[in-house]
């Protein structure tokens, strides 16, 4: 009976942290990983601000003279870009 109890308690806290994270837009695992991220209510916007960030890393690996890295973050960005097609389509 106890360990019913505790199931439904964790379920519970699940749920109300899902709903806490939806209603102000924040993703749970990174919620965990760092109380600094910010996430868009608009997947586009969300989007945007990620590929604006690999940009970023990418001009500084490139700086580096660091392109093992640079191959790995342009795959990301080509998927965001077509993500983005997609939405814009």
């Known amino acids: 009976m106890m360990e019913e109890k505790n ?4 379920l519970a806290s699940l749920i ?3 709903m806490v994270a939806r209603i102000y837009g ?7 990983a ?8 608009n997947p586009a916007d969300d989007l945007v601000g990620e590929l ?3 940009m970023t890393l990418s001009a500084l690996y490139e700086q580096r003279e660091e392109y093992e890295q640079c191959t790995i973050i342009q795959t990301f960005i ?3 870009n077509e993500s ?6």
């Open 26 to 32: 924040i993703d749970g695992v990174t919620r965990q």
């Open 34 to 41: 760092s109380k600094y991220y910010f996430r868009a209510p």
């Open 7 to 10: 199931k439904l308690d964790e």
């Open 52 to 54: 604006a960030r690999l």
């Open 78 to 80: 080509d998927e965001i």
């Open 84 to 89: 983005l097609n997609k939405i814009d389509a």
């Open 16 to 18: 109300a942290e899902e």
